[in-house]
Every structure is written in structure tokens, then in C-alpha cells.
């Protein structure tokens, strides 16, 4: 509840009628982002995810972690999957699906300027995979 020059307003109920239990980001349902028992935050991170399963039982790599999350000068980023190679390298993999326009731009420089901070503070290299 929060109080408003006088007036009380339930601002969740108020969100429930207007969006109707929607996700203001454009999201796939549940069911489509869910492997494994696991729900994704997207179509194009479970794709990925199942690609790593692959890629592990063929050989060409040891094993992935996923949602590993790492602090760069007090603010932590998660990166979708960190990944072991074969003769023992370590590197994350970063999903993002279909941005358009003024998003894309936004996310790409989010996404390199973590990137440099990661292989500043870390010494790993971190891939984006864009769906």
C-alpha cells in the first residue's frame, strides 16, 4: 500500500487489472522456456543450454555452469553460462535474443562494457551469442 496526498492506492491489484499478469518484457510463456525442470529467461538461453549439453556429451567440452554471477567493482553481473573447454581454458557465454533498434545498441554496450571489465578483473574472455 502507499500513501498518496491523502489516498491509498494497492498498487498491486492496481498492476493486475492494467496488465492483466502479463511480463512487460515481450517473454515466451513458461512452458517454451522451460528444460530440464529449469525455466529460462529465454527460448534462445534454453537453446543454448541444450546446445552446451551436447557439446559436453560429444566431447568438446568438460562442463558449463550456468547463471554464474561476478562482481565488477561492487555491481554483480550474472553471465548465462561459463563454460570449460577440453584442455582445461575457461570462458562465459552470453545469450541475447532479437533486440531492435535503440535496445540492441543499449544491451551491445552494456554487454562490452562488462566484457572488458571481466577480462580486466578476471582474466576471462566472455562470448556473446545472439539469437
Not at 58 to 74: H, M, N, S, T, Y
Not at 83 to 91: A, F, L, T
Request: contains cysteine; hydrophobic residues 35%.
Amino acid at each position: 500500500m502507499i500513501v498518496n496526498q491523502g489516498t491509498t492506492v494497492d498498487w498491486k491489484a492496481f498492476l493486475r487489472k492494467t496488465r492483466k499478469g502479463k511480463s512487460r518484457f515481450r517473454r515466451s510463456p513458461k512452458e517454451e522456456r522451460t528444460c530440464d525442470e529449469i525455466i529460462f529467461d529465454s527460448k534462445a538461453e534454453m537453446r543454448h543450454y541444450e546446445e552446451l549439453k551436447l557439446r559436453k556429451l560429444w566431447g568438446e567440452i568438460k562442463d558449463f555452469e550456468r547463471q554464474v554471477p561476478l562482481d565488477l567493482a561492487g555491481v554483480i553481473w550474472t553471465v548465462d553460462f561459463m563454460v570449460e573447454g577440453k584442455e582445461g581454458s575457461i570462458w562465459g557465454e552470453e545469450v541475447k535474443g532479437r533486440y531492435k533498434g535503440k535496445f540492441r545498441q543499449q544491451a551491445l554496450r552494456e554487454f562490452r562494457r562488462n566484457q572488458k571489465q571481466v577480462k580486466r578483473l578476471y582474466g576471462l574472455e566472455v562470448k556473446l551469442f545472439e539469437r
